[in-house]
């Protein structure tokens, strides 16, 4: 069965700090990798994914994320935060099934003007 | 046009009651799903259907009954309403060929009195 871990429960930022969130996944064969973000009350929505090729991808409003296979980490990363970015990020994988996506617990994460 | 749609957006209940959210998509994708997020924000994938099959049922009491009339629409009927079922429900599709994000709606927070 796979497995997400975020490690980082409740990240605190201010304005222009740079970002780095981990996720680690726990799946023997291929996996295919997204971030997602939701905003307060609203839905969640693709930040960016990884299912093959260059490891370093770049999503929307400035993230990227890096696949390392031997490490099995995608992290999430962002040069500069803005206020705007306060939300809520899951990192989730897909894998070992048919269209089975597992989530991530989730991290907050709070930008201070 | 919203994407994926869902109703009601509230729903407050009592316990034992029956209810009923409706989900709908336009995107034309083939698989829809349906997930709990709790009051600690941890989504959990619940039901899956892929061209109104179900291929996806997690360990989830037999009083939540998903049902397809078409690919474009996923309700989630709930029989004997328990305190535990409050938490936000969101429906969700995808194409069903594998890395493709998943769209969500915009959720429904149930609150059983």
């Known amino acids: 069965a796979q497995s997400v871990s975020q490690h980082n429960h409740h990240v605190i930022l201010s304005e222009a700090a740079s970002l780095e969130l981990g996720c680690n996944y726990s799946?023997?064969?291929?996996?295919?990798l997204f971030w997602y973000v939701q905003y307060p009350g609203q839905h969640l929505q693709l930040l960016l994914k990884y299912f093959s090729g260059d490891p370093l991808v770049k999503g929307i409003k400035g993230f990227e994320a890096e696949f390392i296979k031997s490490k099995f980490s995608f992290n999430l990363r962002k040069p500069s935060v803005q206020w705007s970015d306060t939300a809520e990020y899951f990192c989730?994988?897909?894998?070992?099934?048919?269209?089975?996506?597992?989530f991530g617990t989730g991290t907050k994460l709070q930008v201070i003007p | 046009d919203t994407a994926v749609s869902q109703t009601p957006k509230y729903l407050v209940t009592q316990m034992g009651n029956d209810k009923s959210i409706k989900c709908e998509q336009n995107l034309g994708h083939d698989t829809m799903y349906w997930y709990k997020q709790d009051s600690k924000k941890f989504l959990k994938i619940m039901f899956s259907y892929n061209n109104k099959e179900l291929i996806i049922n997690e360990t989830v009491p037999n009083r939540f009954s998903p049902k397809s009339p078409d690919k474009a629409h996923l309700n989630l009927h709930i029989n004997s309403l328990e305190l535990g079922d409050s938490a936000v429900y969101f429906c969700?599709?995808?194409?069903?060929?594998?890395?493709?994000?998943?769209?969500f709606g915009d959720g429904t927070r149930l609150s059983i009195l």
């Open positions: 799946y023997g064969g291929t996996v295919n």
């Open positions: 969700a599709s995808s194409h069903g060929d594998g890395a493709q994000a998943q769209h």
């Open positions: 989730a994988v897909e894998g070992g099934g048919y269209q089975k996506v597992t």
